[in-house]
């Protein structure tokens, strides 16, 4: 089978994560996947195998799965420390009718517990460090049974206890039926369960398979996503049927990625935008780790123009380029666009990209005070197209308050240029009276002074604008550069100085604006 030909059986019959590993190793089995840590579930695995080595895990995993009593229809709950075996274990999970529903490892107590209750009774899939966390929630009564990937616990079923069970023909769930389901960030609140169906999940893929198309040759292609994360989902299906080698990451430390980079050489690298701004120090690393990467590619936030310039100088490939798409869990991709060395510095960080393709997503900007939406009064993004999410798992009323007809409320505001550009300001809920776009605002900031490693400009007690900095290891920021920097902003408070392990952020490394807001309060507060 070709890559081609599986991808369009994909746009007819949706993805179905439980068949892609196997899928995938009838295009090409011997395509290398490279793990830097251990499995949890299979740690004799290694950190090497193949396609093919995937394939029969999961098809392992899925008989173990059917041997401790999942069936399918049910819900599994995968709530365990990060580690690829998560993505390993949903597409198992899958392969049996079953509907993962995958929860960051990052969640407190508290918020797995309501999670479980609004699912409903389902399995837990865990470890015994996560086990430990919980122990003060009553299982028993939130769910249908507990698993855990290796270990024994009392009243719990290990899957190491039923090693080789007998394997079990995969069960395919209905093109438009719950497939898979994620959360939103939580930067407002407790998640939201985001219900992906095979359609849904299948039509995403359409942006960055013509991305990925680009590349004239294979090669080694780092993923550095939230295993969780319904964005992980498409990026091991595209690459694997781009017959790609992977390298699925784990770490973030930049240490340990310089030396993994160095080591695989990757040419296209996908990561979150925090990551990669947690990476910029690399672009002045003599070994020159990004020398090799061709494409970067992220998702989730608009990333700061500083970091894509430096990231791109960094690389030594010719026409070496950086595309970015804007969209969230709910709508999928949405708008993209790409950028290149010599120009990255100078683009607005707001512009966000144009409508892709014919067969994409549709944007549109509504109005919010009945005037046309421009620079000075922004409206608010919506989105229309075959791939939005569902609906949220137990919050269907929620769900239906944010749809216009078929048109999807973002949060976001911003505006179209006469260019057709989508410019994404803030989201609604974060804008400040007096302050055109906090994200702008941090765009500039951040590009003038190279020593601050984030910036975030929420509301203050008052309602005014207060920048909370934080600087490459934690130094004392000069007063005087600062006060340079922010000259054209006069609307600015003064800034506020945290170490940047005190940043609350989500499993995504968002920034948590109103609960840093929140924090900022208290700490005046208890100062007065």
Known sequence: MKGSVAYRSIQKRGLHIGLLPAMA???????????????DVLPETGRHLTVSRLAESVDDLAARLWAVGVRPDEHVVLHKRANADVWMLACAASRIGAVPVLLSPGLDAVTVGALLERVDRPTLLTDEAKLDMLAGLPLAELTRRVVIVSGERPRTVSLGAVAGAPRVRPVVRPIDEAAVITHTSGTTGVPKLVVHTPRTQGLRLKPQWRLLSLMRKRENVAIHLPFVHSRNVAAMALALLREMPVLLMKESDPGTVAELFLENRPGL???????????????EDPRKPFASVKCFSSTFDAIHPRTMSRLLTSSERRGALFFQIYGQSEVGPAVGRAYFRHSAHKVNGRCVGWQMPLGAAKVRVVSRDGKRPTERNPG??????????????????????????????????????????????DREVDMIP?????????????????ELSELVVVHG??????????????????????RAAVADFPQLADPVQIPEAELPRTGTLKVQRLALADRLKDRLENRE
Request: net charge negative.
């Open 269 to 283: 690298v996908e990561a979150l935008p925090n990551s990669l701004m947690a990476w910029e120090g690399l672009t």
């Open 380 to 425: 608010r993004i919506q989105v229309s197209w075959p791939g939005l999410a569902k609906t949220y798992f137990g919050e269907e009323e929620r769900y239906a308050d944010n749809r216009d007809g078929d048109w999807w409320g973002t949060g976001d505001v911003g505006y179209f240029t006469r260019f057709g550009c989508l410019h994404m300001l």
């Open 25 to 39: 190793a009838a295009v090409n089995g011997a395509t290398p996947i490279t793990l830097d840590h251990d499995l």
């Open 434 to 450: 007096g302050v055109r776009s906090s994200l702008e605002v941090e765009d500039l900031v951040l590009a003038r002074l190279r």
């Open 461 to 482: 007690p008052d309602s005014e604008a207060v920048p909370v900095l934080c600087t490459h290891g934690d130094r004392p920021l000069d007063p005087d550069r600062w």
